[in-house]
């Protein structure tokens, strides 16, 4: 990846990061890891739509506005990830040197 690209990343992650209140990117990283572990161990056993099903039912029942924000929260998911991987992509794909010629012959089958 090229050097410009990989400032531009880290700047953006730690600009979010002190957006969300954190001192820096050191404490932000942290932050984050400890969200991401702590999504771990909530959805882990979540395997199936019954234990799934369960584990909602011991949730306290949200408000009528929470619950609108939680489905669309839900509904939006598919596009937040495609965005996600769209952006994450994008700096990757620039640096990557377009093919040139055509595939040898072993690899088309």
Same mark, same amino acid.
């Given at each position: 990846?090229?050097?410009?690209?990989?400032?531009?990343?880290?700047? /953006?992650?730690?600009? =979010?990061?002190? #957006? $969300?209140?954190? &001192?820096? @990117?050191?404490?932000?990283?942290?932050?984050?890891?400890?969200?991401?572990?702590?999504?771990?161990?909530?959805?882990?056993?979540?395997?199936?739509?019954?234990?799934?099903?369960?584990?909602?039912?011991?949730?306290?029942?949200?408000? /009528?506005?929470?619950? =609108?924000?939680? #489905? $669309?929260?839900? &509904?939006? @998911?598919?596009?937040?990830?495609?965005?996600?991987?769209?952006?994450?992509?994008?700096?990757?794909?620039?640096?990557?040197?377009?093919?040139?010629?055509?595939?040898?012959?072993?690899?088309?089958?």
């Amino acid at each position: 990846m090229r050097s410009e690209t990989k400032d531009r990343i880290i700047a /953006a992650l730690e600009r =979010a990061f002190r #957006v $969300a209140g954190a &001192e820096n @990117l050191e404490q932000g990283m942290a932050t984050c890891s400890r969200v991401f572990e702590g999504l771990y161990r909530i959805t882990e056993p979540l395997k199936n739509r019954e234990i799934i099903s369960a584990w909602f039912d011991q949730v306290p029942e949200p408000s /009528a506005e929470d619950e =609108a924000m939680l #489905v $669309a929260s839900f &509904e939006m @998911l598919p596009t937040l990830v495609r965005m996600g991987v769209q952006g994450l992509c994008r700096g990757v794909v620039q640096d990557i040197a377009p093919c040139t010629g055509q595939a040898s012959a072993s690899f088309v089958t």
